[in-house]
Every structure is written in structure tokens, then in C-alpha cells.
């Protein structure tokens, strides 16, 4: 099952992505392989307290002091015992969290600079994968701020935050920049992209009018059922 899913996260070949783009920066190194440092005491932890099952899918390994990696978590909460089965984002700084939640995981680690980090990594391949700077770029008037861009900026804009959710939805293992699965957040959207986040909360007003996501609080962004249906 672990080498399985490995094998999956190997495919996804960073150097390859990276070597596509114009401006080559430093590499991420991926580390196929099994947690190391406070992560792996963690995840171990979880395994042995809570029987979670929790394996690796991409280690971005920086010169820091901490290791940020995409995981695959699977287990029963600890408080709830609601079953659990998805993907999001774990740090060094998670040692020292009581409890098994995903959701409250990530919140532990949500202000880390390693985090932010491994964020922006990941916007370089949704850049690649949807050229998302090369087209807003393309379509940016140069003298307005982001709210006076034409109608076809926003509108390519908004297009791109739905497919950044269909593909998560879809494909969770290719990591789409977001800190867990099933969602996206205003603030790392506009950190993606290089937009004011009021004109990414005004963006997930129009997808939440048109229904492509549901109970828009403003932050969080949620596929609806409908959209996932189509
Ligand atoms: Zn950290």
C-alpha cells in the first residue's frame, strides 16, 4: 500500500516540472521515502495511539529547520470517532499536537514560514499546469489595480480557482497548492496568484453565486456537490 503510493508521488517528477519553466529556481528535493525528524515521531505516534494510517506523498526538504510534507492520513478521530480519509499538509511543528484531527493539524501548522514555503513551491507547478501567471500576465492592464482588470482577467481568474478545486477534488495526491484536501483558502489563493485578497473573496462570491462552491464564509472555499457531479 506505502510502496504503492510512492510509486504514485514519484511520477509526479518536480525536476522535470521545474526544468519547464522559464526562470529555473532552487530545487525542492523530493524524498521518496518515509518521514524523517519530528514528523516521523508524529506520524508514528498516530499510528501506534490512534491506528492511523499515514503515509508520505511529497517531502519538500529546505534548508530550514523544518520538513514540510503532503500526506495521505486515514484514521478515526480521537474525539468524534468519525472515520477520516484524506490528504493535507504536516510540518516538523506538528510535535507537541494532542489528538489525531486532520483539520486541527493543519491548523497547528497553518503560520509556519516552512509551510508558507512549501506553498509557493507548489504554486510553480499550478502555474505550470494551468499557466496561470503567463495568462493573467497576458491579460493585466499595466496602469489598474487588480480590481479594475477587464472582465476577461476575472473571468480567467475564476475559471482557474474552480479547476485548482476540481483537480483536488479529482486528484488529491497532485497537491494544488491548498493545506488540505476538499478545500481551498482565500488567503493562499492570493498568494498563488499574486492578487489582493479582497478580489479573491469578491472571485469566491461569484463561484459561490454560480454554484460551483457552497457556504462561502469568505476564507474557505468548497466544491459543491453539484460541481463534482458534472
Ligand atoms: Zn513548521
Known amino acids: 500500500m506505502r510502496h504503492e503510493i ?24 523530493i524524498q521518496p521515502s518515509h518521514f524523517v525528524g519530528r514528523v516521523a515521531s508524529w506520524a508514528e505516534y498516530a499510528e501506534r495511539r490512534y491506528g492511523d494510517s499515514i503515509n508520505p506523498v511529497m517531502t519538500y526538504v529546505e534548508s530550514g529547520p523544518h520538513h514540510v510534507s503532503w500526506i495521505h492520513h486515514e484514521g478515526d478521530d480521537w474525539q468524534s470517532g468519525e472515520h477520516f480519509s484524506t490528504y493535507h ?32 513551491r507548489r504554486a510553480v507547478f499550478v502555474d505550470h499546469t ?14 489598474t489595480g487588480d480590481f479594475e482588470q477587464k472582465y476577461t482577467f476575472h473571468k480567467s481568474a475564476v475559471k482557474t480557482i474552480g479547476d485548482l478545486l476540481e483537480l483536488d477534488a479529482r486528484h488529491p495526491k497532485e497537491w494544488p497548492g491548498n493545506v488540505i484536501s476538499g478545500e481551498h483558502r482565500v488567503s493562499v ?9 479582497e478580489v479573491v473573496k469578491w472571485y469566491g462570491r461569484l463561484l459561490e453565486e454560480s454554484g460551483v462552491i457552497e457556504d462561502f464564509d469568505g476564507e474557505i472555499l468548497r466544491l459543491s456537490p453539484e460541481s463534482l457531479a458534472a
Request: proline residues 6%; glycine residues 6%.
Open 6 to 29: 510512492l510509486r504514485h508521488s514519484v511520477a509526479i517528477d518536480e525536476q522535470e516540472v521545474f526544468c519547464l519553466i522559464h526562470k529555473p529556481v532552487a530545487l525542492p528535493e
Open 130 to 143: 494551468y499557466r496561470t501567471g503567463e495568462i493573467l500576465a497576458a491579460l493585466r492592464g499595466p496602469d
Open 189 to 197: 489563493l492570493a498568494t498563488l496568484f499574486q492578487l489582493h485578497p
Open 89 to 120: 499538509v504536516i510540518c516538523d511543528c506538528i510535535a507537541g499536537l494532542n489528538g489525531n484531527s486532520p483539520q486541527q493539524s493543519v491548523q497547528h501548522v497553518l503560520g509556519c514560514n516552512a509551510v508558507l514555503h512549501a506553498l509557493q
